[in-house]
């Protein structure tokens, strides 16, 4: 028996994004096959609304990332734009921040620490 799962981008439903505990305002996700319960596991669609700001955190698993849309930058000043596929190793810490917003397909492979 096939298990599989088709999700299509252009028909689904975002929640407030809660993986650290509390909802980080101007975010919310839809989760493909990412789950806490499984180590920090798996993927996401994140959809960041102008102005948006993600906590700064640790990674202590891989997290890669495709822009779908938008923007995206790093404290550093490097701009992430649509097409654009990023990697963060384990041990890398950062924040991100829209000035316009963007969505940003999550590939995690392990939990983030909060800073």
């Known amino acids: 028996?096939?298990?599989?799962?088709?999700?299509?981008?252009?028909?689904?439903e975002f929640i407030p994004f809660d993986?650290?505990?509390a909802v980080v305002?101007?975010?919310?996700?839809h989760k493909i096959s990412y789950s806490r319960e499984n180590g920090g596991q798996g993927t996401y669609v994140l959809k960041m609304?102008?102005?948006?700001?993600?906590l700064p955190?640790?990674?202590?698993?891989f997290?890669?990332?495709l822009m779908l849309d938008g923007e995206l930058t790093?404290?550093?000043g490097k701009v992430f734009k649509k097409g654009d596929f990023i990697?963060?190793?384990?041990?890398s810490k950062h924040s991100s921040h829209t000035i316009n917003g963007c969505l940003v397909l999550v590939f995690m492979r392990g939990i983030n620490q909060p800073l």
């Not at 955190?57 to 698993?61: A, F, K, Q, T």
């Not at 990697?87 to 041990?91: I, L, M, Q, R, T």
């Open 1 to 12: 028996m096939i298990k599989r799962k088709i999700t299509n981008l252009k028909n689904i």
């Open 19 to 21: 993986n650290y505990g």
């Open 25 to 29: 305002p101007g975010m919310s996700w």
């Open 49 to 54: 609304e102008p102005g948006a700001k993600s």
């Open 57 to 61: 955190h640790e990674h202590l698993g």
């Open 63 to 65: 997290e890669e990332f």
């Open 74 to 76: 790093d404290p550093d």
């Open 87 to 91: 990697s963060f190793e384990p041990g």
